[in-house]
């Protein structure tokens, strides 16, 4: 199995920057894509940048060009830098580790807030 802990979040004004990280454990080398996914209330969860160990990444149209994710491979952490938030950026988010073998695993979520 894959645990995955996550910091970072809080509040923050529209147009402001906020980091998010996520650190694996586990079975790492089981991992091949890492990535954060977001929900807000009354909305399905959806994908918001993903990295697989090939360093291609992927991004929700509504982030490219205000998020960035960044994976460290010797620390089996990924992280999700966020300018130019919006309120509707609003929303918790999760990270999650697709595996080879045994599917997808999610961390327990963490609370973004940007106010207008």
């Known amino acids: 199995q894959v645990q995955l802990v996550e910091s970072g979040g809080g509040l923050v004004q529209t147009g402001g920057s906020l980091r998010l990280s996520c650190a694996a454990s586990g079975r790492t080398f089981t991992i091949n894509t890492m990535g954060w996914y977001r929900q807000a209330p009354g909305n399905q969860r959806e994908m918001v940048a993903s990295m697989a160990n090939s360093g291609s990444t992927n991004y929700v149209d509504s982030v490219k060009d205000r998020f960035t994710i960044s994976r460290d491979y010797a620390k089996n952490t990924v992280d999700l830098q966020m300018n130019s938030l919006k309120p509707e950026d609003t929303a918790v988010y999760f990270c999650?580790?697709?595996?080879?073998?045994?599917?997808?695993?999610w961390g327990q979520g963490t609370q973004v807030t940007v106010s207008s």
């Open positions: 999650g580790a697709d595996t080879f073998f045994t599917g997808r695993y």
